[in-house]
């Protein structure tokens, strides 16, 4: 009760970890500051470039500022659009492993059994490790490309540096593969390990009954009228057993000179009446 106890507070703890991670890669996909650059024509104005998976940005000091998003979708590079990709991806097995979690988890009640719900358990975290996962590759192949243009020094296009958005990524997604992880752990020790007991347990006795000498059949074959001992076959073994005879052809001495005796004894006409 206490270990079922355990892993009921670890399961909610996961969860609220997770869906704290979630929630910060959903956040930052709608915030601009993924890339950002500092530009100061004069003295007076400064300019600021910021862009992010679906649009550029430019404002200046003054307060004015303007987004374009990209106009075509055709014209964009392979880069950005395996980055949106797996941003999305992220966030859809994020949220179907929440479903997930908030049905398999011990304190619910709503998947059934203890082995169905860490099952579910189980399933829901592996989906958590997928989108941390998918969330990490997109900042950490963002963060790596922001980083090369800015030390290459044969770039000579405009140079950013890394937003605020890569860094909220990068905790929110290793938040939810540190909980995944731990909640993997705990799922599938309980499925894989009462799986591994049943499959090792014999069987019953109520199928299996072994063989006794109380329960066993014995056979004992008599053979009147003959010299040889009788046999007995059980029904542990098949190999014979010799028993005394119950009966046998052979008579005592005893006897034998006691029938002698009493036919050698003369008889009179006083022994018929």
């Given amino acids: ?88 991806v992220s966030v859809i097995l994020g949220f179907w492993a929440g479903v997930l979690t908030f049905i398999g988890m011990k304190c619910t009640k709503i998947g059934g059994s203890e082995m169905a719900n860490a099952r579910v358990t189980f399933a829901a975290s592996v989906t958590y490790l997928a989108s941390g996962f998918s969330g990490l590759i997109v900042y950490s192949w963002w963060g ?36 995944a992880s731990v909640m993997c752990y705990f799922s599938g020790r309980e499925v894989f390990y009462k799986n591994g007991n049943k499959q090792r347990q014999p069987r019953s006795y109520a199928t299996v009954r072994p063989r006794s000498y109380v329960t066993a059949r014995t056979r004992t074959y008599m053979l009147p009228g003959s010299s040889r001992p009788a046999l007995t076959f059980s029904g542990s073994s098949r190999r014979p057993t010799p028993v005394p005879p119950l009966f046998s052809g052979q008579v005592s001495l005893a006897s034998q000179e006691t029938r002698s005796s009493r036919t050698k004894q003369p008889r009179g006409r006083d022994s018929f009446v």
Avoid at 27 to 54: C, D, H, I, R
């Fill in 1 to 88: 009760m206490q270990y079922r106890t355990l892993v009921m507070y670890m399961e909610i703890g996961c969860f609220v970890s997770c869906l704290s991670g979630w929630i910060l890669i959903c956040s930052t996909l709608p915030t601009e500051y993924w890339t950002f650059s500092e530009v100061g024509s004069v003295v007076l104005t400064t300019s600021n470039y910021y862009s992010n998976l679906w649009m550029d940005c430019i404002s200046d000091s003054t307060g004015v500022s303007d987004c374009k998003y990209y106009p075509s979708l055709m014209a964009l590079s392979v880069f950005l659009h395996v980055c949106r990709a797996l941003a999305i």
């Fill in 144 to 179: 790596n490309k922001v980083r090369s243009e800015f030390v290459d020094p044969n770039f000579r296009a405009q140079k950013f540096e890394i937003g605020a958005a890569v860094f909220i990524g990068w905790g929110g997604s290793s938040l939810v593969i540190a909980a």
